[in-house]
């Protein structure tokens, strides 16, 4: 199909998006929780109380035993992940409103949203049990649900979403790579601009790395929660801008942490600025 055709769609459903976005707002009934990158705070976006139109997600943190301390810097990066899939499904949710028949927010966002978050709860199990005994029965938290119940399985559906990589909504993995949707955020890949990674520093470049994730998809759920706010340079000042400054602090992170057991990456903060 020609590129103008793809992109005559787009510019459709962006305005639908948009439209519906702007009738969900002026009746109230809209509000979007993000607590992305903060998984204490998940009982707030995936704790339960949730208002209409929003997923809410079991809290897996709370349900977690003893963390071992060898196992710490893996669980908090899965539990950065369960809140960047949260964030990523609930943007999807607006981005997507009135596509699809009556199942299509349980096929395409809540079920694939599900199977993400059972493989990320079972990664944060098999940590646990390298060190300690291994949590049991954390898989039930996995299925979320539309509007303040957290899903129990007959109502709510399978697994969950996320950007272009295989889960999370439109950006891609690491929330860095470019082909974004129309009115979506775009950032340069920095995992594939990296060298070797050091053994030691491993733990702390992934970390980061899922950090650039939750830092974009923050960013996309500002772009449509703000949508018709400010004047002409709005995104740039109060959306790109910031994201930017976030970006080359996580970027030069990843830089020092390999710089102190192998050679110090150079440049990398050209690839901190991102646009739509």
């Known amino acids: 199909m020609p590129a103008s055709g793809g992109r005559h769609r787009l510019s459709r459903r962006t305005k639908i998006a948009t439209a519906a976005l702007g009738l969900a707002i002026a009746g109230g009934a809209l509000v979007i929780a993000t607590t992305v990158g903060d998984p204490g705070s998940a009982s707030a976006a995936s704790g339960g109380q ?21 196992a710490q810097a893996e669980v908090q990066r899965n ?5 960047t899939q949260l964030a990523e499904a609930n943007n999807r949710l607006v981005t997507s409103a009135g596509q699809g028949g009556p199942n299509f927010v349980q096929n395409a966002i809540l079920g ?16 646990i049990g390298r060190r300690a005994e291994k949590p049991q029965g954390l898989d039930s938290l996995a ?10 399985g ?4 399978a697994p969950a979403p996320a950007q272009g990589s295989g889960g999370q909504g439109d950006t891609g993995q690491n929330g860095t790579t470019g082909n974004a949707g129309a009115g979506q955020i775009s950032c340069p890949d920095v995992e594939s601009r990296l060298p070797a990674i050091p053994a030691q520093a491993q733990a702390e470049v992934q970390r980061n ?25 709005f995104v740039q000042n109060a ?12 970027i030069n992170r990843i830089a020092t ?13 050209a690839l901190a600025p991102c646009s739509r």
């Open 50 to 70: 949730a208002a209409a139109g929003q997923i809410s997600c079991p809290d897996v943190a709370s349900k977690l035993p003893a963390i071992p301390a060898q």
């Open 79 to 83: 539990l950065d992940l369960l809140n």
């Open 112 to 127: 694939p949203l599900a199977d993400k978050r059972k493989s990320t709860i079972d990664r944060i199990a098999i940590s």
């Open 143 to 152: 299925t979320c649900a539309l509007g303040g119940q957290p899903g129990t």
């Open 154 to 157: 007959a109502g709510a559906g």
């Open 209 to 233: 790395l899922q950090l650039l994730d939750t830092q974009l998809a923050e960013a996309n759920n500002r772009l449509v929660t703000s949508a018709g706010q400010g004047g002409p340079n």
């Open 239 to 250: 959306i790109l801008g910031p994201l930017e400054d976030k970006r080359v602090a996580t």
């Open 257 to 269: 942490a390999i710089g102190r057991n192998a050679e110090k990456p150079q440049g990398l903060d």
